[in-house]
Antibody, heavy 120, light 107 residues
Framework: EVQLVESGGGLVQPGRSLRLSCAGS????????MHWVRRAPGKGLEWVSG????????GYADSVKGRFTISRDNAKNSLYLQMNSLRTEDTAFYYC?????????????WGQGTLVTVSS | DIQMTQSPSSLSASVGDRVTITCRAS??????LNWYQQRTGKAPKLLIY???SLQSGVPSRFSGSGSGTDFTLTISSLQPEDFATYYCQQSYSTPFTFGPGTKVDIK
């Protein structure tokens, strides 16, 4: 069974940084691309970033480009999201998600999410 | 960036009803279109990928169709567990944008 467990969320002040982690299990982690998706309170889903199986291809939403960095460590079956210069509008549940294949196509499994609150 | 729209934004339906949700892309995305269901307080769940392929384990009452810019998700006979919000997402090019969602609730 695929399991994706996010960690690292919490309360942070505007302008500060936070690093999210995601531990994957139940599948061969380095065979699949991975994504981060968020949902702000009362709003819909927003794709944040994605990374191919070998880290050669990465993509970002315009709203986070230049502030967020996605990375992965296949030896540790882990996905990361480094979030810098955080803004109040970054407040959301952040979901780690697995792609159907090794390149960026579409998501087939999701974690339960971790809450990031950006507030002074 | 490719913009995704959905209609309606919400609908009320009864158990057993046939429900259709429409998704439109701002440019052609071939068949790179996915549908997700999100129940309150739960993680999203993949229903349909590549516009019309049913994800493993998803009931056959769910179906998808379309290509290019116009797509449809159909629930042939609405069940109590189907009351949720449904999102389309294009995976043609990054950023992989979602539609705004369609909330299906009980009439």
């Amino acid at each position: 069974e695929v399991q994706l467990v996010e960690s690292g969320g919490g309360l942070v002040q505007p302008g500060r940084s936070l690093r999210l982690s995601c531990a994957g299990s139940g599948f061969t982690f380095d065979d699949y691309a991975m994504h981060w998706v968020r949902r702000a309170p009362g709003k819909g889903l927003e794709w944040v970033s994605g990374i191919s199986w070998n880290s050669n291809n990465k993509g970002y939403a315009d709203s986070v480009k230049g502030r967020f960095t996605i990375s992965r460590d296949n030896a540790k079956n882990s996905l990361y999201l480094q979030m810098n210069s955080l803004r109040t509008e970054d407040t959301a549940f952040y979901y780690c998600a697995k792609d159907r294949v090794g390149i960026l196509t579409g998501i087939d499994n999701w974690g339960q999410g971790t809450l990031v609150t950006v507030s002074s | 960036d490719i913009q995704m729209t959905q209609s309606p934004s919400s609908l009320s339906a009864s158990v057993g009803d046939r429900v259709t949700i429409t998704c439109r892309a701002s440019q052609s995305i071939s068949s790179y279109l996915n549908w997700y269901q999100q129940r309150t307080g739960k993680a999203p769940k993949l229903l349909i990928y590549a516009a019309s392929s049913l994800q493993s384990g998803v009931p056959s009452r769910f179906s998808g169709s379309g290509s290019g810019t116009d797509f449809t998700l159909t629930i042939s006979s609405l069940q109590p567990e189907d009351f949720a919000t449904y999102y389309c997402q294009q995976s043609y090019s990054t950023p992989f944008t979602f539609g705004p969602g369609t909330k299906v609730d009980i009439k």
